[in-house]
Nanobody, 122 residues
Framework: QVQLVESGGGLVQAGGSLRLSCLAF????????MRWYRQAPGKQRDLVATITDDGSTNYADSVKGRFTISRDNAKNTMYLQMNNLKPEDTAVYYCNADVRLYSYSTYARNYWGQGTQVTVSS
């Protein structure tokens, strides 16, 4: 079994910064792509940023230039550095990952974390 655990959320004023972390643990052979999603109250869950196993990144237009996704493969951990936060960034942020469980199979199962709340006050 694999679990993803987010941390680092909280309350911050507009213009401030937060760093989210996502730790994956359990029966893991390797992790392919990892992603951050967010969901504001009453809205759909949106993709914020993606990082592949070789470090390639992609961002939603709304966070480009402000957020940076990174990962430490040795620690099975992903990060999201969020700078110049805006009230519209307020949401629950979820970690998502494609995890290979076995060395003999290329199949990767998708997992979600439980989410961490980020609140940006104006």
């Amino acid at each position: 079994q694999v679990q993803l655990v987010e941390s680092g959320g909280g309350l911050v004023q507009a213009g401030g910064s937060l760093r989210l972390s996502c730790l994956a643990f359990g029966r893991i052979f390797s992790i392919n792509a990892m992603r951050w999603y967010r969901q504001a109250p009453g809205k759909q869950r949106d993709l914020v940023a993606t990082i592949t196993d070789d470090g390639s990144t992609n961002y939603a237009d709304s966070v480009k230039g402000r957020f940076t996704i990174s990962r430490d493969n040795a620690k099975n951990t992903m990060y999201l550095q969020m700078n110049n936060l805006k009230p519209e960034d307020t949401a629950v942020y979820y970690c998502n990952a494609d995890v290979r469980l076995y060395s003999y199979s290329t199949y990767a199962r998708n997992y979600w974390g439980q989410g961490t709340q980020v609140t940006v006050s104006s």
